[in-house]
């Protein structure tokens, strides 16, 4: 007989962390109640918040296990989706989710971006695969209304923002993987204006599905005569089935599923094998118009730097339902005598979180999780800063977009490499119970592995870093970076509490500070190769730095904020929570920075020497 799949809400989330954020370490309520934020207070914001973590426990979170056992199928030529998914959809438009950080001119209800993240931390934690398809029609829906024309901004993005329609970016070929620039796909002009598009994507996320009435494929292809490489891409819109000029839904665009990936985890999103114009009847049009050839590139880095932000997101949202599952499991698994009796074979069995190893792995994941989420919302609160300003103060507006340039590629990377190590660090706080179906961790393990592979593996973000990132604006918004640690480091490094600690970051500072100029000294010299090889640690350096920059700036206003509260009230455990992981954190990972850097300095090309059959001999 056939065991029923549990529709049991597994995920969990702590507002208490979430309220900290926003109000007491990065002054969200500063900016609310003013343009463009004028609709938003602090109530609302702490209203939203627990009213979407009710929505993720109760609607996404049963759902899990579902998506996970169940899968998608593809059935004469349409995926779909798992039991329940298509109903969640609905409710989860008409609930306003997916539309709280959209402009009112598009139906939402305008939320700062750090709201969104936090809701799509949740959104995401309660039902990773869930949550892609909508999390893509977004991202797909803000491409269009930046760069499409009035018309396509009318026809689309309003539809996509609202749920009726969904949206992919489709951007992989068999051939290319992330070489995006060798796209073999190809349009064709018509004579309306139209093109007939002809091509294959593969991994495309959310590629079709039955939770919307239409899709909305962006889709890079090459014009003829475009010039080689990335250069010579254009971004069409290519609809599922075709759209009539009233509105309407007509047929098929000749855009079919080859084939349904099957995979490690994320079982309920679905991964397509999309071929276009296999007919020859596969209509598109240029996002922005026929002024815009060529320039698909540029426009799709607007849906690749959300989605990445997203992917770091989605790191900590599992990642942090991972680590309070594993706490509440230590705290009723009784397992073994306490140390301070462990010579007695009668000694009563203690609660595991009593054990000196599995409270390390707890902080461990503590000052993990809290510090990437920290990392986001650090992001968030530039863009927010940035978007209050613009207009106002370009110069300050200029500051905080460049730092979340900068951010990007540290909140994809670190958050989804961590993410993932965090996750299997819960299956060893639980021990053989967490290697089996019977709790959640072991599926946040599978489904998390993604995150470091898509959106562009994680030494494409490495690379954009080093390559790019530090680079922009003349090495400004680095320079603007580091002075802002160095302004931290200088004020608070006598602190009674941390300034052992922040004496550490300062340590780790200087640490990143010289290795970026080791980079620039090895484009400069001759010695690009080593770039390539050292990116992932750099990134690595980097994001490590800011995380431990940001818990000890939090666990400042926490030593801060306890020493006003009762030492029997909630807040006074919660306060020397933060400090313990700052402290955790800096002892045991920002050493690392430093260590890192004397790597980096042994310019080992051993990699690079070997020979390739010196890697075996089979």
């Not at 998390?448 to 090495?475: C, P, W």
């Amino acid at each position: 007989m056939t065991k029923p799949i549990q529709t049991i809400n597994r995920y969990k989330a702590d507002l208490r962390e979430f309220s900290f954020l926003m109000f007491e370490q990065f002054k969200l309520g500063e900016l609310l109640g003013k343009a463009p934020y004028e609709a938003w207070g602090e109530e609302e914001v702490r209203s939203a918040l627990a009213e979407c973590y009710r929505f993720a426990r109760e609607v996404l979170g049963p759902l899990n296990v579902v998506g996970d056992i169940q899968g998608c199928k593809l059935e004469n030529g349409s995926v779909i989706t798992p039991t329940g998914f298509k109903d969640a959809w609905k409710k989860l438009y008409d609930a306003g989710w997916k539309s709280i950080g959209v402009p009112a001119e598009h139906g939402g209800a305008g939320a700062p971006r750090t709201v969104q993240v936090l809701v799509e931390e949740m959104l995401s934690g309660a039902n990773a695969a869930f949550n892609m398809y909508p999390g893509l029609a977004y991202g797909a829906a803000e491409v269009i209304d930046q760069f499409g024309t009035a018309a396509q901004k009318k026809e689309f993005a309003d539809n996509m923002f609202g749920g009726k329609w969904g949206g992919t970016m489709c951007l992989t070929e068999p051939h290319a993987g992330t070489d995006v620039g060798s796209a073999k796909t190809t349009a064709s002009r018509n004579a309306d204006g139209s093109y007939s598009v002809r091509g294959t994507k593969i991994y495309i996320s959310g590629g079709d599905h039955d939770l919307a009435e239409n899709v909305i494929h962006l889709v890079l292809a090459r014009v003829e005569g475009a010039p080689a490489g990335t250069k010579g891409l254009t971004l069409f819109i290519v609809p599922k089935l075709a759209v009539n000029p009233d509105g309407t839904l007509g047929a098929s665009n000749d855009v079919s599923v080859g084939a349904l990936e099957h995979k490690m985890g994320i079982n309920g999103s679905a991964t397509c094998v999309l071929n276009f114009g296999d007919s020859g009847k596969c209509i598109g049009w240029p996002v922005g118009g026929e002024e815009k050839l060529n320039q698909g590139m540029p426009q799709m880095f607007k849906l690749m730097n959300a989605a990445r932000i997203s992917v770091g997101v989605q790191g900590v949202a599992v990642a942090s339902s991972a680590f309070l599952n594993a706490l509440e499991y230590t705290k009723d698994r009784k397992q073994g005598a306490s140390i301070t009796h462990w010579k007695d074979a009668t000694a009563p069995r203690v609660p595991i979180i009593e054990h000196a190893d599995v409270r390390r792995m707890l902080l461990s994941m503590k000052s993990m999780v809290e510090g990437i989420r920290c990392l986001a919302v650090k992001l968030t609160m530039h863009q927010d800063q940035a978007d209050a300003l613009r207009g106002k103060d370009e110069a300050v507006a200029a500051y905080h977009q460049g730092q979340v340039d900068l951010l990007v590629p540290l909140v994809k990377a670190y958050g989804s490499d961590q993410g993932f190590r965090v996750c299997e660090t819960a299956i060893q706080t639980y021990g053989g119970a967490g290697y089996t179906r019977d709790y959640p961790v072991e599926q946040y393990c599978r489904d998390a592995k993604i995150f470091s592979i898509y959106e562009g593996t994680n030494h494409i973000q490495a690379m954009d870093l080093v390559g790019r990132k530090l680079g922009q604006a003349g090495g400004a918004n680095l320079q603007a970076y580091l002075a802002d640690i160095a302004k931290f480091v200088a004020k608070n490094s006598a602190h009674a509490t941390l300034g052992p600690a922040v004496k550490k970051l300062g340590a780790a500072q200087e640490a990143v500070a010289g290795t970026a100029m080791r980079l620039l000294m090895w484009f400069q010299s001759g010695n690009v190769a080593l770039v390539p090889l050292s990116a992932n640690r750099f990134c690595e350096m980097m994001s490590e730095l800011t995380v431990g920059w940001q818990l000890l700036e939090g666990a400042v206003v926490a030593d801060d904020a306890k020493a006003k509260v009762a030492a029997d009230h909630p807040d006074a455990a919660f306060y020397a929570g933060k400090v313990a992981a700052a402290l955790y954190f800096a002892r045991n990972v920002l050493p690392g920075v430093e260590h890192k850097a004397a790597l980096l300095a042994e310019e080992d090309k051993s990699p690079l020497d070997i020979p390739d059959a010196g890697f075996a001999t089979v």
